[in-house]
């Protein structure tokens, strides 16, 4: 008989404990090939548990083999094993078959596509308005402030997500100058209601100034005597404080001499118009089932305009009798050689300085009227939030509800015009206002963007109306400084802040040093040739933008 040699050499080389005393491995060996090897003793009476658990999250539990069991055994996390795998394509396959729509009749059809009341209905039988298709042409809508030019660099990008990040101790405030006048505010419009509703009056002989920066002499004034390294307007400012909220592009000129910052506006642009229904889930927007007079840049216009004449009209006409105003420094930006009837509006420039270490901000900032209550004197600022149509604005109809939830009315114009009410709240606190009154101002009727009733009144503390928009005091000082910080270390020359129209992102671009000033004296060669042939609409917004 022979022998295998392969087999006995295989068996030889093979490592096999030899047990005499019983069967199976000696007591005491390990073999190697179960080194590293989680091993947990068990006995048949002790509870069975998983015997791979990948979702245990090793809790407390007082039985030892448990705990035991849960420490060798328990899922573990391996990235080096994770590398060795690669994701397969996990698409979801559409499947050809569809199930048979639901059949509507002629008479269903007709129902779900008739207009709502007031809304238009376009060629193809479907209804406009909120239940259109508006909101999928929404982003159109947004055009930039001004067209990047081939020219310019761009210096610096941020996004406003990370502005809420950012933190500064208030600064200290110095009173510098003021001058203008103010009068009183008439109480009697914190009482109306809807019933006794006061019809808005158009403010013909009085004169609104909105000087740029560069333009206004008290600040090239302090500026020689170095009184600051940034040099603005309030709403200068206050558009660079609410810079996160706001959805709408605008831009910012910027320019550095010898160190200083002059911020100022373009003087072609539409930078003091304020906006409506900025921040609605539906902005005005344009459209064949959007009648003119609801566009955006006409509900901008209408709502400057009916700003400025209620400020005017809530205030007590000065008497002899009656002393009702105050009066301080001369205006700088009246001539009394003008003549008249016209008469400056009631506006005190009080001009203050901010100091944030390193940063000496300058700022020209408004007053609207005083109050006095209990021997005490408060100053003001006073704004207007107006109703177009609560329809087609994500409103509630403010003649149902103001008179009883005037809360409820604020928190729909927050929700809806958030940007314009914080650039208001900033612009109260630059200027170091006591109250900030807000008048709640409709259209006679939703068709009509001429004739306008004052509903109601009401008064807020500017850092208590901060507080119920969500802002901040550390984060507009610190959204500020940065501003002024990221200026003031760029090199001398002219710079654009620009807010993107389509993105939540800011640009800064290095322009030439000529840049912006043909417009400027275009509209002044303009101004001179197509004197007294304005008409009322024209009038009216000339006066409305008198320089």
């Not at 409709?442 to 009509?448: K, V, Y």
């Not at 509903?455 to 507080?467: F, I, N, V």
């Not at 800011?506 to 042939?533: N, Q, T």
Request: charged share 25%; proline share 5%; aromatic share 10%.
């Amino acid at each position: 008989m022979q022998t295998d040699n392969r087999s006995s050499s295989t068996l030889s080389s093979m490592d096999i404990q030899f047990n005499p005393e019983g069967w199976g491995p000696s007591t005491g060996g390990r073999l190697p090939i179960f080194e590293g090897v989680p091993y947990a003793h068990f006995d048949k009476k002790d509870r069975q548990v998983r015997p791979a658990d990948f979702l245990s999250t090793n809790t407390n539990t007082n039985n030892k083999f448990q705990r035991r069991f849960e420490t060798d055994f328990t899922y573990r996390h391996d990235a080096a094993e994770e590398n060795t795998f690669q994701l397969v394509d996990t698409t979801k396959t559409v499947s050809k078959f569809k199930p048979a729509a639901k059949r509507q009749t002629a008479k269903t059809q007709n129902r779900n596509n008739r207009p709502l009341p007031g809304q238009k209905q376009n060629k193809f039988g479907a209804r406009g308005g909120k239940a259109g298709f508006r909101k999928r042409d929404r982003r159109q809508d947004r055009n930039p402030s001004l067209a990047v030019e081939a020219d310019w660099e761009l210096v610096y990008e941020l996004n406003l997500a990370d502005l809420g990040k950012l933190q500064a101790n208030p600064p200290t405030t110095n009173d510098l100058y003021t001058c203008g006048h103010v009068d009183q505010f008439d109480d009697s419009y914190e009482r109306l209601t809807v019933r006794t509703a006061s019809r808005l009056r158009r403010s013909e002989n009085k004169l609104f100034y909105y000087v740029t920066s560069k333009e206004d002499p008290i600040l090239e004034k302090y500026a020689i005597e170095g009184e600051g390294n940034i040099f603005a307007t309030d709403a200068i400012l206050a558009q660079l404080m609410a810079a996160p909220r706001s959805v709408y592009s605008w831009d910012i000129v910027a320019q550095k001499i010898n160190g200083m910052v002059f911020l100022d506006k373009r003087e072609d642009s539409t930078f003091d118009l304020l906006t409506v229904s900025e921040t609605s889930q539906d902005p005005p927007g344009h459209g064949d089932d959007v009648e003119e007079f609801n566009h955006p840049e006409k509900l901008s216009l209408e709502a400057t305009l009916i700003n400025q004449n209620f400020s005017q009209q809530v205030l007590i006409e000065p008497s002899e009798d009656a002393p009702t105003r105050k009066s301080f420094e001369p205006n700088p930006f009246y001539d009394d050689s003008q003549g008249g009837t016209v008469e400056p509006a009631s506006v005190a420039y009080t001009y203050r300085q901010f100091t944030m270490g390193s940063v000496q901000i300058v700022a020209r900032c408004e007053l609207h009227s005083w109050v006095g209550k209990h021997g005490s004197e408060a100053f003001c600022t006073t704004y207007a939030l107006n109703e177009w149509d609560s329809r087609y604005s994500n409103g509630i109809n403010w003649r149902q509800k103001i008179d009883t939830t005037k809360g409820a009315v604020l928190a729909t114009e927050i929700k809806n015009n958030n940007s314009k009410i914080a650039k208001w709240t900033a612009q109260s606190i630059l200027a170091n206002a006591s109250l900030m009154k807000i008048g709640y101002v409709s259209r006679s009727a939703p068709n009509n963007p001429n004739d306008h009733y004052v509903l109601a009144t009401q008064s807020y503390r500017p850092k208590e109306l901060a507080g119920q928009l969500g802002m901040t005091m550390i984060n507009v000082w610190g959204v500020l400084k940065m501003f002024c910080e990221t200026l003031l270390a760029m090199d001398d020359g002219k710079y654009l802040i620009m807010k993107d129209p389509q993105k939540q992102a800011i640009r800064i671009y290095s322009v030439p040093i000529d840049s912006f000033e043909d417009a400027y004296d275009e509209d002044e060669e303009e101004g001179e040739e197509g004197a007294g042939e304005e008409g009322e609409e024209g009038g009216e917004a000339a006066a409305a933008t008198t320089a």
